[in-house]
């Protein structure tokens, strides 16, 4: 059974999602940290979010908003760390993670590029119910599905990629 994956990165925290075969809610997940430092923040969530990852056994597509443009370039630089490292991690640990731009699967799953905050979560508890505690875990689920639906095309198009060989990950 693959498993399906939507990130949604912040500068305080990383939410997912875990659709399985059917499009089914099968976990959601969140990493975070409460310190109001970015870099002590930084690295205790994604430490923990590496430790998670290193028990993920079974095969998965992944998917990760991209990193947006903000106004302020320090947090502009603060989501793109994240996403880089959640994109780096999930490729330690043999997922492929696809980055995603908002406005794509926004596109793709709610049928409006710009879809508001109140529209994806319209969709999403009309999709799979009221089973979000956040908004962000609407937004990872959407980005669950449009990875789910992605993979769907290509294999159905004779489009998927090959599998990677897993890489070994060497210590020191």
């Not at 990383?14 to 970015?38: M, R, T």
């Not at 959407?142 to 159905?156: D, H, P, S």
């Amino acid at each position: 059974m693959k498993r399906f994956i939507g990130f949604d990165c912040s500068s305080k925290a990383i939410h997912s999602v875990w659709l399985g075969n059917e499009g089914d809610i099968l976990k959601q997940v969140k990493w975070e940290h409460n310190s109001k430092d970015f870099e002590e923040r930084f690295l205790n969530f994604m430490s923990d979010f590496d430790q998670y990852l290193s028990t993920i056994t079974i095969e998965a597509q992944a998917a990760v908003e991209a990193a947006i443009f903000i106004q302020n370039p320090k947090s502009t630089i603060s989501l793109s760390s994240v996403v880089g490292c959640v994109k780096y991690l999930c490729y330690k640990y043999g997922i492929t993670c696809r980055p995603i731009d908002n406005t794509k699967w926004k596109k793709d799953i709610i049928g409006k590029g710009n879809a508001s905050k109140l529209e994806i979560k319209a969709f999403a508890e009309k999709h799979w119910g009221k089973t979000f505690e956040e908004q962000d875990f609407a937004d990872a689920a959407c980005i669950a599905l449009w990875i789910k639906r992605k993979f769907e095309w290509e294999k159905l198009n004779g489009q998927e990629k090959p599998k990677e060989k897993t890489r070994k990950v060497t210590k020191g």
